[in-house]
């Protein structure tokens, strides 16, 4: 059975885009776990990832205010992730905001997240041909081990008929 080849169709490229697209919108800048990959001692490897939210840390109430005030006036919008305060070891509470980036930077970023879709979805489609070509190609050769396999043993059965009939004759023509 021959399987038929994967093509890019712009359906195809269209649905990547609005993938990868949704994945941005929802992220936080910075580095993920490509759970694509296949872990090594337990842990993903990691890639950086660009994202429309970005944390911001802020050491006072006051220095927070100050600093969504002047974000917001960069064009930067409050995201539905919660601000959160935080005490590390030994050190004063801080407060991590994270705020949504302007619009323009992300149009900018999700050309390039949509081109890295892009690319990647002609990666895994070629992949997958070529998964598709070496199963195939295996079927083929499984199958002509297989002929060579039946005809070495009709051979094998027809040599071993001719000598029986030789054999019977010389023995029962000698009598």
Not at 33 to 49: E, H, M, T
Not at 71 to 83: A, E
């Amino acid at each position: 059975m021959q399987e038929l080849m994967k093509k890019v169709t712009k359906k195809d490229i269209e649905a990547c885009k609005v993938e990868a697209e949704r994945l941005y919108m929802g992220r936080l800048t910075g580095y993920v776990d490509d759970l694509s990959a296949v872990p090594v001692n337990g842990v993903y490897p990691r890639f950086y990832a660009a994202g429309a939210i970005e944390e911001f840390i802020a050491t006072t109430a006051d220095g927070l205010i100050g600093l969504v005030l002047e974000k917001t006036s960069q064009g930067w919008s409050k995201s539905d992730v919660m601000t959160q305060t935080f005490t590390p070891a030994n050190l004063p509470m801080q407060f991590a905001v994270y705020l949504v980036k302007p619009e323009a930077v992300r149009a900018e970023e999700l050309k390039e997240v949509h081109k890295q879709a892009e690319s990647k979805l002609h990666a895994a489609v070629a992949a997958e041909n070529e998964a598709i070509i070496r199963r195939t190609f295996e079927q083929r050769m499984a199958t002509e081990r297989r002929k060579r396999a039946e005809a070495a043993k009709a051979a094998e059965e027809a040599e071993e008929q001719a000598i029986m009939a030789e054999v019977r004759a010389a023995l029962m023509g000698g009598k």
